[in-house]
């Protein structure tokens, strides 16, 4: 075969075209070429070499371009379809971003994938200048990639904007969803329900969704708790400090009697919270009808919960107490919470939780579940000595002649005594212990028995109580009576006693009863007894509030023993 028609001699490509060459091909036997490879020289192989080796990259750079364009077609489609979509839902800001961001950021994608020759040059200069410290931050200065434009502007504008308003709503879905599971920890399953359906659009979010259910389960489970079952139990201000308490003086044996001490009263509560026990309110129990009659209510709580109802006597702060180990006054402190001031031995001022009102306060606060939903328990005032440790009633301001030794001694030793100062302190108090889930009740004015006075001295001592107490605490309708007496002994309420406190409001009346169980829904009034947990019931009844906690285990060994027996 002539090889000057195969290789150009002159160093060039075979001519594809040349049918003498094909021709001289195709007739070899079998395809072979043997002969002709037999008759390259070294410079002819290697010339052919490079002209194979040129059409290998020049089919891979085909291949690159038409992946180029066909990568480059595939996002531009995306790209507009996204903005259209956008455009239409109304959240696309700035159409002018997806012309100079969107090509621009696809392109510097694109052209990162297959850098060039020079991109690769530069690259490696700049590595070296680099760890000489010799390079600077590129500044662009083609207007069209500018990340300064209006429309970057903008649109960078418009994205914190929707940033910042996607942040404010899952804060706000989060605000809710903690509300609900506060509502719903406290029984309150319909609340927290509404509280998560209140968000517009709780039901694209998994979170919400499954919290409705959990708590729609939750309710569908409970068991409901007729008022007859339902035990009341009370305290008086609780002691402090002990060594002061029971001091041996002409006070201390009454103080170990019906007090109980701040150690008692948190285990206590602990115990008490540990069997399942879960405050409600009076409230709950029975409801008041527009005609006055009374309908019973409904407390709905989780197997191994029961309900009791929590109160406290006497939350006056007296001034037969002071310097007895005991707290003086209720306060609202600069967080809003409330707490109790107590006169440390050198006159000082001391701030804590020294009574019941702020330590049940604070136990809710880390045991939510502890009140079916917000419910506190009920503080009976009286009012000759003013409430909540403030000095408001109208006898420290007129002075009458009649007016006892102790608030004489106290007025001398208050010169700047301001009645309207002291009712504005103690209302602000009220309020305050209102808003945390606290109901108020009347003790009488005078802390007298109802079951031996007359029927006009029990006028005269509400009247008292009508205008000292009640503008104070927003009135109420709750009565507690003092001594744990009762109206009468029959059976069902009736007479001028009960009928006056009746026309007076009053439709929730309580006394004290040593049973588990005390209740009497009429159509007119609810009537429930009360169990004292002090030194006395302690130490000579402990059987009777075993169903409540081992009194040996809450009895304070700071006690003097025997405890004085009832007279």
């Known amino acids: 075969m002539n090889n000057d028609k195969r290789i150009n001699r002159e160093g060039g490509l075979p001519d594809p075209h040349s049918a003498e060459e094909d021709n001289g091909l195709a007739m070899h036997p079998e395809g072979k070429d043997e002969e002709a490879e037999a008759t390259f020289t070294e410079e002819e192989e290697q010339i052919l070499a490079r002209w194979r080796e040129r059409r290998k990259k020049a089919a891979k750079k085909r291949r690159r371009r038409l992946f180029f364009n066909i990568l480059l077609t595939v996002i531009l489609v ?115 329900i509404k509280t998560i359906k209140s968000y517009e659009k709780y039901q694209l979010y998994d979170n919400m969704t499954a919290a409705v259910a959990e708590y729609r389960e939750t309710k569908a489970n409970c068991v409901s708790w007729p008022a007859e079952k339902v035990t009341h139990i009370f305290y008086h201000t609780l002691v402090k400090d002990t060594d002061k308490a029971f001091d041996g003086d002409y006070k201390a044996g009454d103080y170990n009697q019906v007090m109980t001490t701040i150690d008692e009263f948190n285990k206590i509560t602990q115990i ?196 000292n107490v009640d503008p104070l605490i927003g009135g109420t309708d709750i009565i507690i009576f003092a001594f744990g007496a009762d109206l009468t002994q029959m059976e069902d309420y009736s007479g001028e006693k009960f009928e006056y406190l009746k026309g007076c409001g009053y439709n929730y009346y309580c006394n004290v009863d040593s049973s588990k169980y005390f209740v009497q829904l009429r159509d007119r009034y609810f009537r429930m007894g009360r169990r004292n947990l002090d030194g006395y019931r302690m130490y000579y009844n402990p059987g009777l509030v075993e169903d409540l906690f081992d009194a040996s285990e809450v009895f304070d060994k700071s006690r003097p023993t025997p405890v004085p027996p009832m007279q």
């Open 78 to 192: 995306i790209a507009v379809f996204a903005g259209g979509i956008l455009y239409v839902t109304g959240h696309f800001p700035d159409m002018s971003r997806v012309k100079l961001s969107g090509v621009r950021n696809a392109w510097e994608r694109i052209v990162s994938i297959f850098p060039s020759g020079n991109e690769k040059k530069d690259s490696q200069e700049n590595s070296e200048k680099e760890a000489d410290g010799e390079t600077e931050t590129p500044v662009s200065v083609n207007p069209f990639w500018d990340e300064t434009s209006t429309a970057d502007t903008h649109y960078a504008q418009a994205t914190g904007k929707k940033l910042e308003k996607e942040k404010e709503e899952r804060q706000k879905r989060t605000k809710i969803l903690k509300k609900a599971k506060r509502q719903a920890e406290q029984y309150d399953y319909d609340a927290a």
């Open 272 to 467: 008490m919270y540990d069997k399942g026990y879960v405050m409600v309110s009076i409230y709950d129990l029975a409801s008041v009808n527009k005609d006055g009659t009374m309908s019973a209510g409904e407390i709905l709580l989780p197997p191994g919960k029961i309900p009791f109802i929590l109160s406290q006597d006497d939350v006056c702060y007296y001034h037969y107490m002071d310097g007895d180990g005991f707290a003086s006054k209720l306060i609202v402190d600069e967080d809003g919470k409330i707490r109790n001031e107590y006169v440390e031995d050198d006159g000082s001022i001391s701030v804590g939780d020294y009574d019941m009102v702020p330590l049940i306060d604070r136990f809710v606060e880390e045991h939510p579940d502890f009140s079916y939903r917000g419910a506190k328990g009920i503080v009976a005032l009286t009012g000759y000595n003013g409430i909540l440790g403030y000095r408001t009633d109208i006898s420290y301001q007129e002075q009458p002649d009649d007016l006892d030794e102790v608030k004489v001694k106290w007025l001398e030793e208050h010169p700047d005594f301001d009645l309207e100062e002291e009712r504005a302190g103690a209302k602000e108090v009220a309020e305050a212990m209102k808003k945390e889930g606290w109901l108020f009740a009347s003790h009488t004015w005078g802390h007298l028995n109802v079951g031996e006075i007359s029927l006009e001295r029990l006028q005269a001592d509400t009247k008292k109580f009508k205008k």
